[in-house]
């Protein structure tokens, strides 16, 4: 059984840094796309950052620059790394996990990707950047 949970949400003000966990348990993929997501109250869920297992990240324009996605070298643990948060950046925010099978480009934008039946996602940590 997968499992995952994040940690290390809170509350900052505009400029502070935070580090998002997200342990992972039971993903034993022989190949993955991993990947944080957030999402506002009446906004729609948004791909925020990814990482292959070979190590190939991706991020969201609104937060390259700032945010820095990377895992521990027993591929546990997911981090996110986020620097110069914003009011903007107030959001609840997901991990998440999925298997690549066919080639598929790990990339958190990707909707196909991630609505895979596959997939398996934490229950969320919630960020507030004040300003």
């Known amino acids: 059984q997968v499992q995952l949970v994040e940690s290390g949400g809170g509350s900052v003000q505009s400029g502070g840094s935070l580090r998002l966990s997200c342990a992972t348990s039971?993903?034993?993929?022989?190949?993955?796309?991993k990947a944080w997501f957030r999402q506002a109250p009446g906004s729609e869920r948004e791909g925020v950052a990814s990482?292959?297992?070979?190590?190939?990240?991706t991020y969201a324009d609104a937060v390259k620059g700032r945010f820095t996605v990377s895992q521990d070298s027993a591929e546990n643990t997911l981090y996110l790394q986020m620097n110069s948060l914003k009011p903007e950046d107030t959001a609840t925010y997901y991990c998440?996990?999925?298997?690549?099978?066919?080639?598929?480009?790990?990339?958190?934008?990707?909707?196909?990707?991630?609505?895979?039946?596959?997939?398996?996602w934490g229950q969320g940590t919630q960020v507030n950047v004040s300003s």
């Open positions: 998440a996990v999925v298997p690549l099978v066919g080639g598929e480009y790990c990339h958190a934008s990707s909707t196909t990707l991630w609505l895979s039946p596959y997939g398996h």
């Open positions: 039971g993903a034993t993929y022989s190949n993955y796309c």
């Open positions: 990482i292959h297992r070979v190590g190939e990240t």
